[in-house]
């Protein structure tokens, strides 16, 4: 008896206590709150009816905004649980939409006293899926049917929820959950199903790459707070389903970005896109500092105790969710083991919630940094808006005989970097062709460019007698195509000048004289680069390369699998085909018809199918081209040992070193050794003028805008752009005859292995003098005047050219700005400056690009004409956007030709001429709906990596309408390119409705 009252006792007392320690935390706010609520509420009779009360039953009632009983529901379960931080949120995010305001705020100051300013994390994943998707980086999303995710989220909570899909067996699917117990938890989707199955049915393993949704919430208790997020392993997450903030896919911890948001709860929703399991990660914090400097994905060497590449690429990060962050100048503090050093920087401006690469320049005041080559070690100082920044950095110091970084300004005005190895005894006349070696993915430059090594003597001998190694790099899934390309061309350009401006440099290396190479996605690149530059080509090394990434394996296929199949129109599909053409090396085969190539590749490859190599061997020979090709017996994708052990294995083993050997003698190459002057006319070996006797050659062209010429011939224009051009020529000692195929202007350049620029020249059956072709090299070209009749031209009369073609990725392809507009409502702002940070943070983490933002009203301080411009809004939203649309035919409208698209969910983008060689590019919408349509066209994704924005299959315009959203490209209301005068032309727009 005594025992069971001791019991009785223990558990009272024990009652007592737990329920005084559970109120410790409750102001008397808070407390009195409840009280006063609890009377109301019982007054009003108003009461909760639910008997098993839970915190998933409570959200499930604030999902579907059911007010009343989430306020009721909510007090009964304060008043049992009042420690219980995010049923506090509940109440005050119910009470603020009631404009309760101090009740809101008595609520959100418990949570704060509870949990924190913020939930550092989402501690319950709501995911439905998964659902079909192409490979190409736009489809529709069958969730857009039934309203979009904001509007299925509320049905999250419904057993009997279900939605369709033809991935899973029953062919339905259901809201699951995933719990998140840290911050720095990794949460894994599964969707469990059979994929072997599905695979071998479909016969297809592109079936393994779904799509769905994860919602997630959490919830803010102050104001004016620097919130950041940071998801992982996703591209695009939406804040509230609207706002979007850049995710990274490489799952790099380093780039936060802050976002504006008010008290209340919030919810995160991301559209997942992977194959078989999708890994992702979101943390959240409020940041005291409003500025953060990452790591630089890369630094220049000191290359024999000199400077050889003078740019830092320094990330820096606005963490500030409203303020603009300018920096105005950058010092070094300190500096070990060399106090020669100095560095500058262009003031800039950074977006609030922008990363940008700040671009640092060192300099010297003295020719040799160190003269016993040690790694030098800087402390940099930063004067911005918010204060004064410090941040240590290391430069290497790397030795003859060894390979070097160094970075460069590259075409789009960002900084990159290259590897390279100078030649390890010389070349005749100082002058040494270069091997441009493109590596596959995920390999690092230097790696690449030290490959190029063999074992001598017990000693690894790395690069070349006679050749530079050059190893370019670009951060991205451009597969060496776009972006890619031109940083390869680009740093080979850059090492040209740098070796001719530095005296300590003794083989200049030359930028016309090139052997293309590569390896895996590389290989690709080799064939890409010599295809589109064949007048720089020595020969081309392709290996393990396959043709083009649409039909290489199952990673980018053309429609197959997409949502978008069902609805697409045919004419749509024939338009961003033609965007991807020009990457085809099958289809331009005929400009390497007279070069040397070797393809090879190991028998037992299983990431590149041997298929892909034979295919390519098969059409060199149709086009007896002088090709090499061999499987190397019992070897994979790669390896370091083909007969011996070190002898240079899979790109530089003796069958590749003779080959090299062979076509990489520049015989009179020779460049003043005071000047280091051009050396583009260096070069004894011609390749064009030793076989002048009998030659025929075919230049084909998809897109004038890509590349170079063939003999010297450059296309300038088609009559029907983004349609096969070719050029035939027959070169003959008297004369040289030229047959063409949908070509309105071309050109000929003055090259020297050229020797018929002296000659007579035929075109389609029209004859022009050696006289009259004098003014034509590097000034005058040849132009149709009419179907028939072909004539000596100036100038290109206001059209197009190669410098202003499209499609709309060619604006990313020169230095450009963002500029959001700053018209209309203070909520169309927001989204404008949103839509404009979110692109800029896109084009950083995809392709380490510089994309500044500025605003539309000032832009008196920077010429912008010498920038390409991404324009965000409308002429009503962005001043600046009304210089451009009346340039081509379309209007706010939004009109196309006799085209109306006048629903109030539509979008347009297209680019426009700005000034005679750069471009606009314009993102409207006839609401803020269709302008966040288009907008998305930015955000592609191949998992597991991502290309740049705009970078694939976007043509010069395209109209989105209200099912864009679950159609995909089968919502696209109308899409295509320009004429050559800027005009609509019916064969070249996906619409009917232009005629």
């Known amino acids: 008896m005594w025992r069971n009252m001791c019991f009785i006792l223990l558990m009272f007392f024990s009652d007592s206590a737990s329920k005084k320690k559970a109120n410790t935390g409750i102001s008397k706010s808070a407390k009195d709150l409840l009280n006063k609520e609890e009377r109301r509420l019982t007054k009003e009779k108003i009461e909760c009816s639910i008997k098993s009360l839970s915190i998933k039953t409570l959200d499930s009632l604030r999902a579907i905004s059911e007010n009343d009983k989430l306020i009721a529901c909510s007090i009964k379960y304060l008043t049992d649980k009042p420690d ?5 949120s509940n109440l005050g995010h119910a009470y603020q939409l009631i404009d309760k305001t101090n009740h809101a705020i008595t609520c959100f100051k418990q949570t704060a006293k509870l949990t924190g300013k913020i939930c550092p994390h989402v501690k319950e994943w709501h995911f439905i899926g998964p659902f079909v998707i192409g490979k190409t980086e736009v489809d529709g999303d069958p969730i857009e049917a039934f309203g979009g995710i904001r509007n299925v989220s509320k049905q999250r909570y419904k057993k009997d929820f279900v939605l369709y899909s033809e991935l899973t067996k029953s062919g339905v699917v259901r809201w699951s959950t995933y719990k998140q117990s840290t911050q720095d938890e990794l949460i894994k989707i599964d969707p469990g199903l059979n994929w072997n199955e599905l695979v071998n049915a479909l016969g297809s393993m592109a079936i393994m790459e779904w799509q769905g949704w994860v919602v997630g919430e959490f919830s803010v208790n102050e104001d004016n707070l620097n919130i950041n997020i940071q998801c992982l392993g996703v591209h695009t997450v939406y804040i509230d389903g609207l706002v979007p903030v850049t995710g990274d896919v490489y799952h790099r911890p380093d780039y936060w970005h802050s976002i504006n948001l008010a008290k209340g709860i ?5 559209q997942l896109r992977t194959t078989a399991v999708q890994a992702f990660r979101c943390s959240l914090r409020v940041s005291v500092d409003s500025v ?4 630089p994905r890369f630094l220049p060497d000191l290359y024999q105790g ?19 962050l300018k920096i105005t100048k950058c010092a070094i503090l300190e500096q070990k083991h060399t106090d020669a050093l100095t560095l500058h920087l262009e003031p800039v401006s950074i977006a609030p919630g922008q990363t940008l690469p700040a671009v640092l320049t060192l300099d010297s005041n003295r020719e040799i940094i160190s003269q016993t080559c040690e790694d030098i070690y800087l402390k940099v100082k930063l004067w911005t808006s918010a204060g004064q920044e410090v941040y240590p950095l290391t430069l290497r110091c790397r030795k003859s005989g060894e390979s070097f970084l160094f970075t460069f300004m590259d075409h789009d005005g960002s900084v990159q970097h290259a590897a390279a190895i100078e030649p390890t005894k010389g070349c005749d006349g100082e002058v040494c062709a270069v091997l441009l070696t493109l590596h596959g993915t995920t390999v690092p430059p230097q790696n690449q460019a030290d490959s190029y090594k063999r074992m001598v003597k017990g000693k690894f001998v790395f690069g070349y007698e006679n050749m530079w190694v050059l190893a370019p790099t670009r951060h991205g899934a451009h597969n060496w195509e776009g972006p890619g390309s031109l940083t390869a061309m680009t740093a080979l350009s850059r090492l040209e000048e740098m070796t001719k401006t530095k005296y300590w440099i003794k083989y200049t290396s030359s930028s016309q004289h090139v052997i293309f190479a590569g390896h895996s996605m590389g290989g690709h690149g080799a064939w890409h680069l010599a295809c589109h530059h064949p007048d720089r080509a020595l020969a081309v090394i392709s290996l393990a390369g396959w043709i083009k990434k649409e039909e290489y394996g199952d990673s980018n296929l053309f429609f197959k699998h997409d949502i978008s199949t069902s609805h697409v129109d045919p004419a749509i599909k024939q338009v961003m085909e033609a965007c991807i053409a020009e990457n ?22 299983k990431t590149v199918h041997p298929f892909f190599v034979r295919r390519m061997y098969r059409l060199l020979k149709e086009w007896k081209v002088d090709v090499k090709y061999s499987e190397i017996h019992n070897k994979e994708h790669w390896w370091w040992d083909t007969s011996e052990t070190n002898d240079g294995g899979a790109v530089h083993d003796k069958q590749i070193r003779d080959f090299t050997k062979k076509h990489s003698t520049l015989k009179s190459a020779k460049c003043s050794p005071d000047t280091k002057e051009s050396c583009e006319n260096s070069g004894g070996d011609l390749k064009y003028s030793k076989r002048l006797n009998q030659q025929r050659f075919t230049l084909t062209v998809m897109n004038p805008a890509l590349g170079e010429g063939l003999h010297g011939v450059k296309v300038l224009q088609q009559i029907v752009p983004f349609r096969k051009s070719l050029v035939k020529g027959k070169v003959t000692e008297s004369m040289v005859e030229i047959e063409t195929e949908n070509v309105r202007r071309f050109d000929i350049e003055k090259l020297p292995d050229i020797a018929w620029k002296h ?8 004859t022009f003098s050696s006289a009259e072709m004098k003014g034509v090299f590097g000034k005058d070209h040849l132009c149709k005047i009419d179907i028939n009749h072909w004539s000596l031209c100036d100038g290109m009369d206001g059209e197009r050219s190669p410098v202003n073609f499209g499609p709309v990725r060619r604006v990313a392809e020169n230095k450009f700005l963002i500029i959001q507009g700053t018209g209309g409502s203070i909520s169309i702002q927001n989204a404008l400056q949103e839509f404009a940070v979110y692109m800029a943070n896109l084009f950083f983490l995809t392709s380490d690009t510089l994309a500044r933002v500025i605003k539309d009203t000032e832009t008196s301080d920077i010429h912008i004409d010498e920038f390409n411009l991404i324009l965000v809004g409308g002429p009503n939203e962005n001043v600046q956007t009304s210089h451009f649309i009346d340039k081509v035919p379309i209007n706010t409208g939004i009109q196309l030709g006799q085209c109306n698209f006048t629903e109030a969910h539509s979008g347009a983008l297209f680019i426009a001429p700005h000034g005679e060689s750069r471009l606009a590019l314009v993102l409207m919408g006839n609401s803020l709906e269709g302008l966040r349509d288009v907008v998305s066209l930015a955000s592609p994704t191949i998992p597991p990596m991502t290309r740049s924005p705009f970078s694939n299959l976007i043509p010069d315009f395209i109209i989105t309408g209200p099912e864009f959203g679950v159609y995909g490209p089968g919502g696209y209301r109308c899409a295509g390119f320009w004429g050559n005068k800027w005009e609509l032309k019916s064969n070249l727009v996906s619409c009917p409705c232009v005629w």
């Not at 953060?292 to 790591?295: D, L, N, R």
């Not at 090396?585 to 037992?604: E, F, K, M």
């Open 584 to 605: 085809d090396v099958d289809r331009h085969i005929s400009n390497i018809q007279h070069l040397p190539v070797l393809a090879r590749i190991g028998a037992l490859d």
């Open 84 to 88: 219980s931080g995010w049923v506090w």
């Open 266 to 270: 919030h919810g995160i929703f991301i």
């Open 306 to 324: 000199h400077l050889f590449g003078l740019y830092i690429a320094l990330p820096v990060s606005n963490l500030h969710a409203t303020k603009w």
């Open 759 to 766: 000659q007579d020249i035929q075109v389609d059956g029209k």
């Open 292 to 295: 953060e400097i990452s790591k």
